[in-house]
């Protein structure tokens, strides 16, 4: 089973009711948060691995529903491993297709005050530094 607890405007975004809480992921690899931010015009979805803060952004055009939120988290988290040479990781933290998949309320509040921090940074990049996705997010790569 993979968790993912997202934000509220995410919720509303992929058009989803948060499951009930059952069995805490959390402390474990296989539970995600993840929020919806704007940046300019532009929308963008942040995931952060639970335990590790392991973190990678995609764009929010295009996701609309649980299945392309699903699909964008599985391409974008193996392109994001293997640029950081991190091949290893890769079975651990991707699920097979069929695996369950829950939606949970956030209720860290110390992984939401980073994944705050990290969103504050990714939009000071965008639109001080006039950076692109893949550069604004560059703080988020481990050091290899």
Wanted: glycine share 6%; no cysteine.
């Amino acid at each position: 089973m993979i968790q993912f607890r997202l934000t509220t405007k995410l919720f509303r975004k992929i058009k989803e009711k948060p499951n009930t809480d059952i069995g805490d992921l959390e402390g474990q690899l296989k539970s995600w948060h993840s929020t919806l931010f704007m940046s300019g015009r532009y929308q963008y979805i942040l995931f952060s691995n639970s335990t590790t803060l392991y973190s990678f952004m995609v764009s929010g055009r295009g996701i609309t529903n649980k299945n392309t939120y699903f699909e964008a988290f599985l391409q974008n988290l193996k392109y994001q491993l293997t640029n950081d040479f991190l091949f290893g990781f890769y079975d651990r933290l991707i699920p097979n297709k069929s695996e369950e998949i829950d939606f949970l309320k956030t209720k860290n509040k110390s992984i939401l005050g980073s994944i705050g921090d990290f969103v504050q940074l990714i939009k000071y990049d965008i639109t001080d530094k006039n950076a692109d996705i893949l550069d604004a997010a560059s703080f988020l790569k481990p050091s290899v």
